[in-house]
C-alpha cells in the first residue's frame, strides 16, 4: 500500500461545497463560475486577459493555432516535458525542433535555444519555455534571442501557476505575467497547484488574441452581430456564423468552481510545498548519491510543482527501475519527469534533436 503516494490533490470541505452549489443551481456549463474564475484568475496572474479552457494541451493547442503554426512555421521547445507541449504543434502539422537543456536544471537557455536555431533549417517562429517542475526559465535572455530571431515566445507554465516578484539585480521581475510572451498557457490538472481534475487556461495581454482564442475554444462561433457576414434579419438572436475551425475546449462550471476554490489557496499551497521542500533537504542533502534541484535558478524562486532528484544509479549499483520498486515496496510513489520527447517513437522518426 502506497502511504506516501506520488501526488495527491488537496480538496477540502469548501471545495467540496463549492462543487455541490453548481449542482443544486442547474447550470453545469458556460455560466457564471467560468467568468469569475476568469475574472480571478486574471487579477492573481497580473494579465489583461485570462481564458479558462479543459485543459493545457487546449491552452497550446489554441495558441499554437492563433499565431499560425503550420506546416511552414514551427516551434522550438524544450525534450524534456510532457507530449503536450510539442504535440499541440503537431496536431497543426507543424515541424518542431528540440533544444538542449541544462543538465542540472532540465530548462532549456538562451545558449541552447540560438544553437537549434541557428543550426535548424526549419523556420521558427514560435520558442516555447517550458518551465518544469516550477524553475523559471530565463526569460530576459530569452527575449533577447527571440528578437534578434524574430520568433514569439508562449511560456508554457503549467508547473509555475502564477505571478512570482523576485529580485533580478537591482530591479523587480514578475514571471509568467506575459511581459517578455505573447502568451503564457497553464495546466490545472488533479495533481497541480490549482486542481481542477482536467482544466487549464491562457492568458496574454493581447486584445485580438484573448477575442480568437475564446471564439476558438467553442467551435468558432461569433455571436456578435456586427460581425456576421450573413444575417438573416435584425433580430435573429438565435442565429450565430462560424468563420473559422475551433473547438470543444469549453470548461464546465462543476469544474471552474473547484477551480476558483482552489485558486484562494494558490499561496497559501506554495508556502506548504516550500515547507515541505525543507524537510526533502534536510533528510536527502547528505546521500552521496543524490543530486538535489536548485531552490532558485535565474534569480526566480523555485514554485515547486515537483522535486526531482538526479540519482547517481551507476555508483548506487541499482537500476532506476529497481529503486523505484523498492521505494513503492516501502509505500513511496515515484515518477519520471519526463521521459524525453525524442524518445518517444513518434518523434525519432523525423525530429531534429540540436
Known sequence: MIKYPYSKPEITESDIT??????????????????????????????????????????????????????????L????TFLSTAN?????????????VDPLTGLITPETIEKAIVSS?????????????????DLEGVSRIAKKYNCLIVEDACHAPGPLRVNNGNKEVINNTCIYSIACTYSFHAIKHIAM??????????????????????????????????????????????????????????TCSLGLSQLKRLELN??????????YYSSLS???YITL?????????????????????????????????????????TQVHYIPLFLQPYYRKNQLIL
Request: contains cysteine; charged residues 25%.
Open 18 to 75: 463549492s462543487v455541490v452549489e453548481v449542482l443544486k443551481n442547474g447550470y453545469l456549463t458556460q455560466g457564471s463560475k467560468i467568468l469569475e474564475f476568469e475574472k480571478q484568475l486574471k487579477n492573481n496572474f497580473k494579465c489583461n486577459h485570462a481564458i479558462v479552457l479543459n485543459s493545457g494541451t487546449a491552452a497550446l493547442h489554441l495558441i499554437y493555432s492563433v499565431l499560425g503554426i503550420g506546416p511552414d512555421a514551427g516551434i
Open 77 to 80: 521547445t524544450s525534450p524534456i
Open 88 to 100: 499541440a504543434a503537431k496536431m497543426l502539422n507543424a515541424p518542431v525542433v528540440f533544444a538542449d
Open 121 to 137: 533549417s526549419i523556420k521558427i517562429k514560435v520558442i516555447t519555455l517550458v518551465h518544469l517542475g516550477g524553475k523559471i526559465c
Open 197 to 254: 481534475g482536467e482544466g487549464g487556461c491562457l492568458t496574454t495581454n493581447d486584445e485580438y488574441i484573448a477575442k480568437i482564442v475564446r471564439e476558438k475554444r467553442n467551435h468558432g462561433i461569433i455571436k456578435n452581430k456586427d460581425e456576421m457576414k450573413f444575417l438573416p434579419e435584425k433580430n435573429a438572436k438565435w442565429y450565430y456564423e462560424m468563420h473559422d475551425m475551433g473547438w470543444n475546449y469549453r470548461a464546465d462550471e462543476l
Open 270 to 279: 506554495i508556502k506548504k510545498r516550500k515547507i515541505l521542500i525543507e524537510e
Open 286 to 288: 547528505q546521500n552521496p
Open 293 to 333: 534541484p536548485l531552490k532558485t535558478y535565474n534569480n526566480y524562486s523555485n514554485i515547486w510543482h515537483l522535486f526531482s532528484i538526479l540519482i547517481d544509479f551507476k555508483n548506487l549499483g541499482k537500476s532506476r527501475g529497481i529503486v523505484m520498486k523498492e521505494l513503492e515496496e516501502l509505500g513511496i510513489g
